[in-house]
């Protein structure tokens, strides 16, 4: 072989990123040293989990409490129509032909790299913020509801994290779910995706990572905005100088409600596994 | 009594508290004080939204989880609330989105 | 049923996308009656067809010549690792379960609402373009190349064609394919993705389809760029006053190039199927 | 001999003719007569063009397959090679790409 740490399999498996100079051998090798966490096999990580896999990430663990439902295939690719009342984790592993490894405590046991946010609640994102920060790891975060998208990527050298951005949780009646609003699984995909390069973007070590700004996405116009956030903040609860932070807390208190969408069971992190 | 062409959009649901129109060209009417986004804020309530206002608004600045831009940068660079206008300026209200 | 063109069923499975002020019941009965010719099952086709078949399109057909390779599996996620050597239009069929039925004349047979143009050389885009002005159905149209995507609609309304930005083809040797230059799946993932939402566009008749701009995506700077096109070209060869082509003609001649990535058998169509 | 500072940009492949590099910001001495898009395809070629030409011009434009855009509007709406270059003007050469 080329490479004592690629077979001949991978290297034609791979040959289309490895032919790009941003990639090469190199970065292929990294993503396969890599192990990323996925949080909700949803609209977002349906396809960044497809595009992740298909990347060659050495390890990818989803993590999901929700189980499929007729309601779910307007965008969530990765789950087969015979897998209704299935958990979407094994949905997922079927489609991905992966191995299953059940855990608990997984920052406890795990390093990740790479933390990618495909959930859909509020309490859930503070959670996987705080979670990100205070395990030192970078936290892709996508979104979207309806027409819109948005992408940025957290807690990524100098950048902002989510609380830096959004130091008090929106009131409760504020928020719109995807059960409430709709939302096109073309949107869902181009912002999956988008977490996927991104995801990639910080394994390989490239420039221009999304940290300190914020995609936003209108589908119906076809239009995207590129703007420049503010950097970490001193004064943030949990990345700044004196964080108050420094274990999690109760999340559904902290943000007036429950993580409706059963993306992720707060307390538990029951159904999750590797591949 | 010059005149501050400026244009406001809204995004990400906010534009749902503004007849559902999520860009709009408006003209403030600059007597001798200068517009700061503070006063912008009270404008846009006493002239533009039409119900509920504290889904917008709190504490004399936008409620929690709505992000301002001024024309592609958080208000945050720009010292919020106190900015002053330009002529020209895009001013973006986006409502952040939790969906997935 | 609430609706008499929409089963409970259909329903329940749409209910998101109907949710969305944009589309609602009358855009999904539009999508129902809708039928879709997706060109190129490859990096862009795959995503593509994921979208538009979960969106519930009432009939998608798929033209491609080529058979399911290992060095596909970076970007093409439709198709399935014990597919290898299985013609790309099986392989996505057997994928998104769908039925088969071969058909030769195409365009003398149906009637298409939108063509999907997912394929990878200059030829087969030129013959797009040229069937789809002579038989008036727009063309989304996109293209990828190693960390680079490009997306747009022609042949709508009073946007241009291709012919009309292109009415040269380009020199044989400043054409790069993704066999020669790599591309990143997460890129043909967004401009494949982007593409479905297009033509979901344009089946519900939304404002604002991407016909007389272009979308320019780098990935490695994760920017987007929004630019405007000419109209349609009076002098165009075949969408202008006075067309000189009025029928199909060789493109492989015309372009200098063979339509090598096999995406399409220029001469005979001969692998389609509908779902 | 006022200095004229324009951007250009090249994309989907064309940056491998200079050097790799997307972004190059120029300034053009303008001494007496206008600076025009013709004018800079050969200011190009003698200045920044490295090698293989035929690869980006052809007959005093760009090659076929090449798109040029200035401050984001097709140059066929701006009169291609007549346009007159603008202090600031941000002029994009893009290839298109065809793969899939
Ligand atoms: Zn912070
Ligand atoms: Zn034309």
Wanted: proline content about 4%.
């Amino acid at each position: 072989p080329y490479s004592t740490q690629l077979s001949c399999q991978e290297i034609s498996r791979y040959s289309r990123h490895m032919l790009i100079p941003q990639i090469g051998m190199k970065g292929q090798i990294a993503m396969k040293q890599s192990s990323v966490l996925i949080i909700g096999l949803g609209g977002l990580g349906c396809p960044a989990a497809l595009y992740l896999a298909a990347a060659g990430i050495g390890t990818i663990t989803f993590v999901d409490y929700d189980e499929v439902e007729i309601t779910n295939f307007n965008r969530q690719i990765l789950h087969a129509e015979d897998n209704i009342n299935v958990s979407k984790v094994e949905s997922a592993c079927d489609m991905l032909q992966a191995n299953s490894n059940t855990l608990q405590n997984l920052f406890d046991k795990n390093k990740y790299d790479v933390v990618l946010d495909g959930s859909d609640n509020v309490a859930t994102r503070y959670l996987l913020n705080d979670m990100c920060v205070l395990n030192q790891v970078p936290l892709v975060s996508g979104s979207a509801l309806q027409m819109e998208g948005q992408l940025t990527v957290y807690n990524f050298e100098d950048g902002p994290c989510y609380r830096c951005l959004f130091p008090i949780p929106p009131p409760p009646d504020t928020v719109t779910n995807c059960g409430d609003g709709g939302v096109l699984g073309a949107v869902t995909g181009v912002i999956g995706a988008l977490q996927a390069l991104e995801t990639i973007k910080i394994l390989t070590k490239a420039d221009n990572v999304m940290s300190g700004r914020l995609l936003i996405f209108d589908a119906s116009s076809t239009t995207f905005l590129n703007v420049k956030l503010r950097k970490k903040q001193e004064t943030c609860d949990v990345c700044g100088l004196k964080p108050k932070i420094t274990q999690l807390i109760d999340y559904e208190q902290f943000c007036g409600s429950k993580a409706h969408d059963k993306v992720i069971d707060i307390n538990i992190l029951t159904e999750v596994e590797n591949i | 009594m010059a005149k501050l062409p400026i244009t406001l959009q809204f995004n990400g649901g906010a534009e749902l508290l503004f007849d559902n129109k999520k860009l709009h060209n408006v003209e403030l009417i600059s007597e001798h004080r200068e517009w700061t986004i503070g006063k912008l804020l009270i404008w846009i309530k006493e002239n533009l939204l039409k119900e509920r206002p504290e889904l917008f608004l709190q504490d004399e600045s936008v409620r929690p989880g709505i992000l301002v831009l001024v024309n592609d940068v958080d208000w945050e660079l720009m010292d919020t609330v106190n900015y002053k206008i330009q002529p020209s300026d895009r001013i973006v209200f986006i409502s952040t989105l939790h969906g997935g």
